[in-house]
């Protein structure tokens, strides 16, 4: 039986209800106006792995992949819900870095896998010693979220290759969410773990980095043979992903660096906001180096409670901490393009907060 997804169940009851919704993870949506799409689309099923142009396109920013490398999703949930059902069997060993967006964790419970957590250690490191000594002769496959949702936090090229040679030498699968991949900081786009290593799966999606995630488009990228077997196992789930969404997303992606550029302005921006507004409040924060996420450690026990009293109290609605099973944080999503209305928003955060008993 799969567990209640407390993230997605404590959103979807309360953003439609809010004022100030700082509970999204990805940049500010964009509308059609910013978009450049054909008006002559059939309305049909299409290829049910997908738009051939937009494989062929997305197969090429990854060095060495083909259009069969690639399956379009309903969004980076299904790319995940696919990749787990389609690799991961009842009673394997999956290791798990924490804290995550628990939608693998969940699944990997739902099927009676065995779970082993790696947490994220001082700033938020991953360390590869640890996860050296975690892996065993039963684990079957190794979970990463770069960039990390919720910490905002990238893995550095070196520690991408560590992760890369722990599973290379023991034949281990790495499935790797980089929906975040492109909102790194610097500007310095990371590796994707397929670049890398043979047995390594991509999971990605046009929400958190493009602004699109109301389009509903996602994919993977792995070796021929495991695509198809997702292929066939969604032949019993959304049959093939939208038509007018995979335009909007073949079209944009035409225009990548573009609409990279906006994400990482407003992220950048808005974290000097952050920054600003929690100078005086008694808060812990490891400053991201990639996303539109902060996470932040509250002098509060149950942040549960706190964020609910929030919303009720400033219709501002955050991501409680007890969602990635971590009592004491909050995630606040830094996307909106609009500054005066992020201001606002934080600043009542912060009232609050002084407020909160």
Known sequence: MYPDFCLERWQSLRDWRAKYVLSESGVEPLDLSEIKIPNNIKLEYGHTKGLIKLRQLISSLYPGKKEDDVIITAGGAEANYLTILSIINPGDEVIVEMPNYMQIPGLLRGINARLKYIWLKDNFKLDLNELNEMVSKNTKAIVITNPNNPTGMSLSESEIKGIVEIAEDNHITIIADEVYRGLEHDGN???????????????????????????????????????????????????????????????????????????????????????????????????????????????????????????????????????????GYVRIGLGSANTEFLSEALSLFVRYLKEYK
């Open 189 to 327: 786009v990371r590796p994707s773990f397929v670049d890398l290593y043979d047995k390594a799966i991509s999971t990605n999606s046009m929400s958190k980095v493009y602004g699109l995630p109301g389009i509903r488009i996602g994919w993977v990228v792995a070796s021929k043979e495991l695509v198809d077997r997702m292929w066939s196992l969604r032949d019993y789930t959304s049959i093939s992903p939208s038509v007018i969404g995979q335009e909007i997303a073949y079209n944009v992606l035409l225009e990548r660096e573009k609409f990279m550029d906006r994400a990482r302005r407003i992220a950048l921006n808005n974290m000097r906001l952050m920054e600003r507004l929690i100078s005086d409040v008694d808060v812990k924060w490891v400053k991201p180096n990639a996303t539109v996420l902060a996470y932040l450690k509250l002098n509060v026990r149950n942040t549960y409670d706190f964020s609910e009293k929030l919303f009720e109290k400033y219709s501002v609605l955050v991501n409680p901490g007890e969602c990635f099973e971590m009592p």
